[in-house]
């Protein structure tokens, strides 16, 4: 009588073990004795490595979690500079004040390098200002902004040659990022950075279409 030995790889040994996690609970001293090799240093006890694994995901949970802190601090911040800048353009007695109070605002409160502001019309009483101009929506100077002003969608990072020349004239050259907030009716508003990083695609716009939204209220209370 002849007997077959059936020949086990290591394949077949780590697809069981997949199927059975809790065989090594049935005996300890195995698992004790497992040795498991590392890229990064001498081979380990299977529960060392286990161990060492849970540190790093201890680790990284712990930065990701440090992460999402500090988002959430800089979204408090820019939610109560917003809030801040609404109750400012409300309180202005007229739409010139109102337009100088944003200004104002994104170039202390939000730390802009270089504010702009386009209006469509002239506002009265608004003296001239090295942020201002005062350009038709007709008028060929806009059709660079064509598109952002279709989608009344903000725009940030580095922004076409057109358009940042227009934006910042003599002075382009100071600008590396810029964020840029269509704003139907009223015009353009931009805040520009020395820094490359400061504004960049696929940021996050809500609390810059929230900004937009209320100057453009604060001004309709002046229309007619």
């Not at 994104?106 to 200002?129: C, H, K, Q, Y």
């Not at 350009?135 to 989608?151: A, H, I, M, N, T």
Request: with cysteine; proline share 6%.
């Amino acid at each position: 009588m002849s007997s077959t030995v059936e020949k086990i790889g290591a394949h077949e040994i780590a697809a069981w073990l997949r199927r059975h996690p809790k065989f090594l609970q049935q005996f300890p001293d195995l698992a004790l004795s497992l040795v498991v090799p590392r890229e990064d240093g001498p081979a380990a006890s299977l529960a060392s490595y286990q161990l060492e694994v849970l540190r790093d995901k201890n680790r990284e949970l712990s930065r990701r979690l440090q992460d999402l802190y500090a988002v959430s601090q800089e979204n408090e911040r820019l939610a109560v500079r917003t809030h801040q800048l609404t109750l400012a353009l409300m309180k202005q007695a007229n739409a010139a004040a109102t337009v100088r109070a944003m200004a104002a605002s994104l170039a202390e409160d939000f730390n802009g390098d270089l504010v702009r502001i386009v209006l469509f019309a002239p506002v009265p009483g608004l003296d001239d200002a090295e942020w201002l101009q005062v350009v038709p929506r007709e008028d060929r100077l806009l059709q660079p902004f064509g598109d952002c002003l279709k989608s009344g969608e903000p725009l940030c990072g580095r922004l076409h040659p057109d358009k940042q020349a227009l934006l910042y004239g003599p002075r382009v050259d100071e600008v590396q990022s810029s964020a840029l907030l269509p704003i139907e009716g009223v015009g353009l508003v931009t805040v520009g950075s020395r820094e490359p990083n400061r504004f960049y695609p696929g940021m996050g716009t809500l609390f810059l279409r929230m900004m937009g939204e209320a100057f453009a209220v604060a001004l309709r209370r002046f229309d007619g």
